[in-house]
């Protein structure tokens, strides 16, 4: 079982920036792959990003919408993928979610994020 807890979220204005975590704990061995997607009001999931593990290239990949702005990462060691905001814009208001690729895909809970004009 894997249990992940996103935080970092918050309101800031256009042009502000915010760093989303992920923590990952339990057994996080067969996850080779790490997401984030987000949700706005009154709209349906949306992919933002994910990240390979060393064993799959560490390759990551961006919606054409975030590329140039949003950065995801990981620290093995500290079991945490991040996703660096920059530029947001008001149509990043979202809520944002973690999602562990494997045998079974595990989510957080979300962490929102409000972007004011």
């Not at 390759?59 to 950065?71: E, H, L, N, P």
């Amino acid at each position: 079982q894997v249990q992940l807890v996103e935080s970092g979220g918050g309101s800031v204005q256009a042009g502000g920036s915010l760093r989303l975590s992920c923590l990952a704990s339990g057994d996080t061995s067969s996850n080779n792959c790490w997401g984030w997607f987000r949700q706005a009001p009154g709209k349906g999931l949306e992919w933002v990003s994910l990240i390979y593990s060393e064993g799959g290239g560490g390759r990551t990949y961006y919606a054409d919408s975030v590329t140039g702005r949003f950065t995801i990462s990981r620290d093995n060691a500290k079991h945490t993928v991040y996703l660096q905001l920059n530029s947001l814009k008001p149509e990043d208001t979202a809520m944002y979610y973690c999602v562990g690729y494997g045998p079974f895909n595990y989510w957080g809970q979300g962490t929102q994020v409000t972007v004011s004009s």
